[in-house]
């Protein structure tokens, strides 16, 4: 199965891997699971899944707020 990291900022690739089912339940993920996170995970029909993360640019550009 496909999975593909995707920024939740700008939208950019940031990676894909190829898993098995097991492999994405030792990651915690189930992708026969009815309900997925689906702010974070979404599903294609084809079976595919997309994780929505932030890449290393989008992070980088966010402020930091140091505690007083």
């Known amino acids: ?3 593909t990291y ?3 900022c700008c939208g950019a690739i940031i990676g894909s891997l190829s898993l098995t089912e097991e492999e994405l339940r030792q990651m915690g993920v189930d992708p ?3 309900e997925l996170d689906e702010a974070i995970i979404k599903s294609a029909p084809t079976g595919d899944l997309f994780i ?3 890449c290393e640019t ?3 550009s966010m402020p930091v707020f140091e505690a007083e």
């Open 32 to 34: 026969r699971a009815a």
């Open 1 to 3: 199965m496909k999975v």
């Open 52 to 54: 929505y993360s932030l």
């Open 58 to 60: 989008c992070v980088d």
């Open 6 to 8: 995707i920024c939740d």
